[in-house]
């Protein structure tokens, strides 16, 4: 079962996360007690909550050679891992976010310790560029030999790059009007933040340090991106039409806060000039009724369906692409069984 | 003369930087009209302006040791003006300054181009985090020796780190009431971010990769941290009493910026019950009056003379470690000079 293997590494890479924020304490403690507190403030929003599922794809790449994992590629999984935590810090500032995983994110941290907004912004953005520099700083002191850091190392700044850019866009589309933006520009989005981030990196990455010829990084990236795709796609219809007592978030959710995702362009695409008109006016409001009108348009006009089958496509396209790869039977039961797991999960 | 070494250098570091941001433009033109935007704003802000302080303290480092740089150092001296202009993005969000060089800030380029504050602000810090990143793509594929590039990245991220928790007492003091800021607590920041990131982190590296013994590096560290102090000590003096028409700034404007710095903190701890009521009623005001009083108060305390003598001591001390320096004389001579100029500037 893919959980069990997930149930096997993450204490594993949160023992690394652990030991390294500790590592840091006594730095940082020279600094006073704002460093202190910025350091308390990262460790606990980077280790308690999340699933680790870029570690544990980049072990799983790693595996899918034939290689154990030691000391020094555990220490890579927990980099991976703060390099997520930077990208959550710094999102979470721009899209204004007070909670994630349940719990305060770091800019509402450093308000609720009592500074003005404009300060607590300041703060968190430092501590997203402490958490970068950790997350380098990690892979420089791992232990690897210097070709396998040198790999990590470009393909983390890489996908830092490609995110970043794939960030501004997420910051841009929602200040454009809904038809000026087409559902080809949100799959670049989710090309880049989700699949080539959050899936490609990590797996390829770690099937590359291990050794995996060409043929299989290649089948593994085409995994990746797919799946990586279906992973938003579900996101977002979960976003819209989950259940609120598994998702934590009310019903129509996405439609409130305006986002642009495949299924509301998909319906606007789709839809009739007043199906148009309704998207235009109820996205980004408050109006219970208009969010339900929308919601109706996105069924109505096929998107939900269409989105439906789009990531069920995917993960079959996914899947297939394995077959070319040379991995572990394991390892290749374990992304299939992930792979599943995107599109089904309720939250 | 220590102006014709920067003469020389300048043109050759900015031709790196063009070279680079070039190269990037294909990559991010793939993901919109608003990365080519951030990447030209990114370039211009980075280029145009500034003197390449800390590029050429690392070339000078290099060549104390009897080197030529050749392409791939001038890369990694392209590198470290990289690091520099990422966290002048960062800082300029923070401080909300709107003009840098004469120049709108990245985030002020972002608002003028239409976008809202908090917009310009998100993409101005993802702007940062691309920054960053470059600068770390740019030592990676420098063409450097491993063993050489591990130095300079170790030490680059180690800088980044420090500035961090710099930056974040930058941010907190201010925050704090005047009394409870000790002219201690200052210099600890004078230390980070400008002793070690502006002088020690650029000329110690250039040096240890050219080869430099352990002695010379020491000596280059205690030249670098105390001149780095004396030049944001001679900063503070002009932030008060500079000439408005060759600073560019008004009279007195570090008081009603409500800065902590080293004269204020000092006029402080010296002045009568009397003169610590004004420090407390004007600093960070707009009232012209009391901003003339606190000036007062700096000058009748002593701590403006007290300021310039340390400044000068400093700068006397940098000197005096270079002697157990084993470094060339043509850049013996230039480190001399170059501490004497930054007390003695203007502007």
């Known amino acids: 079962m893919w959980k069990d293997f997930v149930m096997k590494w993450k204490p594993k890479v949160d023992e690394k996360l652990v030991e390294f924020f500790k590592g840091k304490e006594d730095l940082a403690s020279r600094f006073k007690d704002i460093n202190e507190r910025a350091l308390s403030f990262a460790e606990d929003f980077t280790v308690s909550g999340g699933k680790r599922v870029r570690p544990i794809l980049f072990l799983a790449g790693y595996i899918s050679q034939g290689k154990e994992p030691d000391d020094s590629i555990l220490k890579v999984a927990a980099a991976i891992e703060l390099i997520h935590s930077f990208l959550?810090?710094?999102?979470?500032?721009?899209?204004?976010?007070?909670?994630?995983?349940?719990?305060?994110?770091v800019w509402k941290r450093f308000e609720n310790a009592g500074f003005d907004r404009h300060t607590a912004y300041s703060m968190a953005i430092t501590t997203g560029d402490l958490v970068y520099t950790y997350a380098l700083q990690l892979v420089l002191e791992s232990g690897l030999p210097w070709e396998m850091r040198e790999v990590v190392l470009?393909?983390?700044?890489?996908?830092?790059?490609?995110?970043?850019?794939?960030?501004?866009?997420?910051?841009?589309?929602?200040?454009?009007p809904v038809e000026e933006v087409s559902p080809e520009d949100v799959m670049l989005v989710y090309k880049q933040k989700t699949g080539y981030y959050t899936i490609v990196f990590p797996l390829t990455?770690?099937?590359?340090?291990?050794?995996?010829?060409?043929?299989?990084?290649?089948?593994l990236s085409d995994y990746g991106l797919k799946v990586g795709i279906a992973?938003?796609?579900?996101?977002?219809?979960?976003?819209?039409?989950?259940?609120?007592?598994?998702?934590?978030?009310?019903?129509?959710?996405?439609?409130r806060e305006g986002k642009r995702t495949i299924l509301v362009l998909e319906a606007y695409r789709r839809g009739s000039p007043e199906d148009k008109e309704i998207i235009r006016r109820y996205l980004g409001t408050d109006d219970e009724e208009g969010i339900k009108k929308v919601m109706e348009v996105i069924e109505r006009t096929g998107a939900?369906?269409?989105?439906?089958e789009l990531e069920r496509n995917l993960v079959e396209e996914g899947k297939k692409a394995l077959e070319k790869a040379k991995i572990s039977e394991e390892i290749r039961t374990f992304l299939k069984e992930f792979a599943d797991y995107l599109i089904t999960r309720e939250k």
């Open 304 to 308: 939900l369906d269409y989105a439906k």
């Open 205 to 219: 990455t770690g099937a590359e340090i291990a050794g995996a010829d060409k043929g299989t990084l290649e089948a």
């Open 231 to 255: 992973f938003q796609v579900h996101d977002d219809i979960l976003g819209v039409f989950g259940d609120p007592e598994k998702t934590g978030k009310p019903v129509g959710n996405d439609i």
């Open 154 to 176: 470009r393909n983390m700044l890489r996908t830092v790059e490609d995110t970043g850019y794939g960030q501004n866009l997420d910051v841009y589309f929602p200040t454009k």
């Open 88 to 105: 959550l810090i710094h999102d979470d500032i721009m899209d204004k976010d007070e909670v994630r995983r349940g719990k305060p994110t």
